[in-house]
């Protein structure tokens, strides 16, 4: 598991992976949920719910919804958003501190 890779759990449901490496020992996984999210349900969250494509499908990062799960949720990964960097970290930025 790496920072930033997409992971699938629970059957259908993916998540964003935000968790350091440095802490990758923990048994769980700080995750950012990942949603199809409609125009109207976007207007005014582009920093904080930056939209991705994940294998051609356009999903938001729900930053508001990110939590904790146990690594043994994580059934795979599909993929990996480290290219977008700085704009997961500026929705993290957000959610954090306002900024």
Not at 19 to 30: G, M
Not at 57 to 81: C, F, K, S, W, Y
């Amino acid at each position: 598991m790496a920072l930033f890779d997409v992971h699938r759990v629970a059957g259908d449901v993916l998540v964003l992976d935000c968790q350091a490496e440095l802490l990758s020992d923990f048994p769980t996984r700080f995750v950012v949920p990942l949603r199809v999210m409609y125009t109207s349900q976007r207007a005014g969250l582009a920093r904080l719910c930056p939209v991705f494509d994940v294998g051609g499908q356009q999903l938001a990062m729900v930053t508001p919804l990110a939590r904790g799960i146990d690594r043994r949720d994580i059934e795979d990964t599909v993929g990996n958003l480290g290219a977008h960097e700085a704009e997961i970290r500026a929705a993290l930025a957000m959610l954090t501190s306002g900024l």
